[in-house]
């Protein structure tokens, strides 16, 4: 038991070690890169106002926004999900807006921008089409002309033509559902006395990233080859990389961000060839993601059609599953970053997703879910853990037997050790029961982190006070949880202080400590206060576990608050089995001793002696 218990203090410390790296070490220096991005960005943003690329050069002029919207004509896009419109010049969808989702959680909040402009400042944007040796083949800058009417709406499409001058007739039709699936039919008509071969090809292009993305989540370039995830990098590793290349059957490709991606999906039964490529233009690095299909000759007076889908939106996973289905599109959900551990990962959000759609009906939403989580969990985990709470309140009961042994082998530890083991086979105890069982919560813990991080599902879900369940606790001690006037988080000399090195890690984890936290830590403590004392370790390492949850309590302030909440949850579940099984096992505890203390001390009995004293 004693060797047990010194793994499990080692555990304890060694997790502690590795959050205590994370929040000294990685966090600052995470900090100090996104500073000096920041600072980089604002010498481009200088030399750009001085009309200087940052090699010296004059620089390529940049637009705002509604300058790059209004130097092309447009037609319009109207859904209920989406809101934008599509560059008549070279057919780009490079306006788009998602409606039902803002920047903040703050009222009157603007929404998430997805593509912006070319010419416009980090312009992102998508745009497919047709490679040949024809004079005139459509580019990203040849003029179409619309021919329909109206914005484009999930029951209005739009129709586009352009004539090249090799004799080409191109056709385009776009469609979008009432979510985020475009559906592009192209159909070029060879009205030349020549055949011609020419290819499909679509693109996915981001002309400079913003010091924000890549931070934490996958958000770089991703794609599906033959049903598997080949190809997923971070913009910093892309730019360090360099340029790759695929040949697949079908799939899929673009680039994605946290919670938002942009890809192109071919006929699934076409051969195509994609490229992955970063290129320095005037000082930008341009991110390109693309794709060529299989060519095919068109003889005078025919046709060929190719028909394209092209996802840009949220990527909920129950719209991507259904995309999936729908249109054969493989892997489609694989875009949400599960992490290393996707098989528990995964299962633990659909439950969740379950949960809060079946409480939404009734008005309740995801911190109602997570608390129906934590029951199923504690529900499959019941037998492991009944089982270690049973014999860890056996062992509180032989406690005092125990310090007995300890007491009267004092200078004897193989005699205690003897002794000790002898005890446990006539009370039928088994420690290593008892402390397996506390390591099944590490993967839990690990899918919950990343469930809460990157599934858009959880952003911005409010509980209570939280307005975002996949960002840290907002209330902080030092305004008294938002009693005093006070915003400690978003202060001038709080910001100026976490960017100084080391110094502001530290200040980090003691500054920002909210509710959640303390009520996890406090829930953490009454449970280790109802445990059994550890035998055979000395008084300092029973000292340094009583402060875990103090210490954990600092570390997961910065954590996704729904994961706290969850713990928090988990341990008052832990305090109630442990409490019923104590009473079973007629143990002590410190809950009882509490409503006894408070009921106030109960009147002795008279003793046999004072029964039978003669009058």
Known sequence: MPENNRNLLILGVVFALVMAYEFFVAGPAEKRHEVEQQQAQVAVQQQQAAGLAPNGQPAAVVLTRPQALAATPRVAIQTPDLAGSISLTGAKLDDLYLSQYRETTQAGSPSVELLRPFGADNAYYAVNGWVGAPAGMPTESTPWTLVSTGPLTPTAPAELTYTAPSGLLFHRQIKVDAQYMFTITDTVTNQSQAPVNIAPYGSVERRGVSADLGKTAMEGAIGMFDKQLKEERKYQDWKKDGDKSFTSTGGWMGITDKYWMTVFAPPQTEPIKADYQVTPVNGVDVYVASYVGAPRVIAPGASTTEVTHVFAGAKVVKTLQAYNNQLGLQGLDKAVDWGWFEIISKPVFLVLDFYAGLLSNIGLGFGFAILALTITIRLLMFPAFNASYSMSTKMKKVQPEMKALQERFKGDPQGQQKAMMELYAREKINPVTGCIPMLLPLP??????????????????????????????????????????????????????????????????????????????????????????????????????????????????????????????????????????????????????????????????PSAKAETKAP
């Open 444 to 605: 839990v813990f690990y899918a919950l982190s990343n469930v809460f991080t990157v599934t858009i599902e959880m952003r911005h879900a409010p509980f209570g006070w939280v307005k975002d369940l996949s960002a840290p606790d907002p209330t902080s001690i030092w305004n008294l949880f938002g009693l005093l006037p006070w915003d400690p988080i978003n202060n001038p000399v709080v910001l100026a202080i976490e960017h100084v090195p080391f110094v502001g890690g530290i200040f980090l984890l003691l500054f920002h400590v909210g509710a959640w936290p303390i009520i996890y830590a406090c829930a953490m403590f009454l449970s280790m206060q109802m445990a059994p004392q550890m035998a055979g370790v000395d008084p300092t390492q029973q000292r340094l576990m009583k402060w875990m949850p103090w210490a954990f309590m600092i570390f997961l302030a910065q954590s996704s608050v729904g994961l706290v909440i969850y713990w928090a949850f988990s341990s008052v579940f832990t305090m109630c089995q442990q409490y019923f099984l104590m009473r079973r096992f007629k143990v002590d505890n410190p809950v009882d001793d509490f409503i006894a203390r408070l009921t106030g001390p109960k009147t002795p009995k």
